[in-house]
């Protein structure tokens, strides 16, 4: 049981490149999440999938796209990438009863030059 | 808008004392749910405890207890009988109930000295 995992771990991308950040749960869960973190702070919302089919913008969406491929894969796609995104990125899972946390993967460090 | 604050960026505590966290939420929102994560210097978010804003007994798990007061919209960790490997950044956040995501504070950074 793997719980969330998250590839790559590392990444450095040249400003104006695009790369796909990957994201799959093995818990059956049906909500789905994107975060970044920059440093010092805590953890801000890009994009969530409440459901398979379903994707919706969180507080920081703008530069990125996402796609909920299937139930258990969720991946966030940075088209132009900009140094202003240089962050670590997290992927995390949700169950669906109203105690239920969500549960994170490791972290993606992404470095734009 | 739904907010998390954390006035604490650092705080230095004894091993084997106990330490308190504090966290105050602003919401409208009658029912919510609060959480603490811990991020060690490896970078994992690690859940600790959660806490149903209409749950009437403060959480606890092991060492770790929240206390809730729901009139001052606070809820603070407490740390009993802290050890060396609690030295982290540790979060508070608050889940949205549309869709579920966490709204996070800016953390503060808990150093346990010897």
């Known amino acids: 049981n793997a719980g969330v995992t998250q590839t790559p771990k590392f990444q450095v991308l040249k400003t104006g490149q695009s790369m796909t950040l990957q994201c799959a749960q093995d818990?059956?869960?049906?909500?789905m999440y994107w975060y970044r973190q920059d440093p010092g702070m805590g953890l801000r919302l890009i994009y969530y999938?409440?459901?398979?089919?379903?994707?919706d913008k969180g507080e920081v969406p703008n530069g990125y796209n996402v796609s909920r491929l299937n139930k258990r894969e969720f991946s966030l796609r940075l088209e132009s990438a900009a140094p202003s995104q240089t962050s670590v990125y997290f992927c995390?899972?949700?169950?669906?009863?109203?105690?239920?946390?969500?549960?994170f993967g490791p972290g993606t460090r992404l470095t734009v030059l | 808008a739904q907010k998390i604050t954390q006035t604490q960026p650092g705080m230095f505590v004894q091993e084997k004392e106990a330490v308190t966290l504090d966290c105050t939420y602003d919401?409208?929102?009658?029912?919510?749910?609060l959480f603490w994560y811990k991020q060690p210097s490896s970078g994992e978010m690690i859940f600790l405890i959660y806490q149903g804003s209409y749950d009437e007994q403060n959480a606890t798990e092991g060492r770790y207890s929240l206390n809730f007061q729901k009139a001052r919209k606070s809820a603070n960790l407490v740390i009993s009988a802290s050890q060396l490997g609690d030295s982290a950044m540790y979060f508070c956040?608050?889940?949205?109930?549309?869709?579920?995501?966490?709204?996070f504070g800016q953390g503060t950074e808990l150093s346990v000295k010897p």
């Open positions: 995390a899972s949700r169950g669906t009863t109203s105690a239920d946390t969500q549960y």
């Open positions: 956040a608050m889940r949205d109930f549309t869709g579920g995501k966490l709204i």
């Open positions: 999938s409440a459901s398979e089919g379903t994707t």
């Open positions: 919401t409208s929102d009658q029912s919510y749910g």
């Open positions: 818990m059956n869960h049906n909500s």
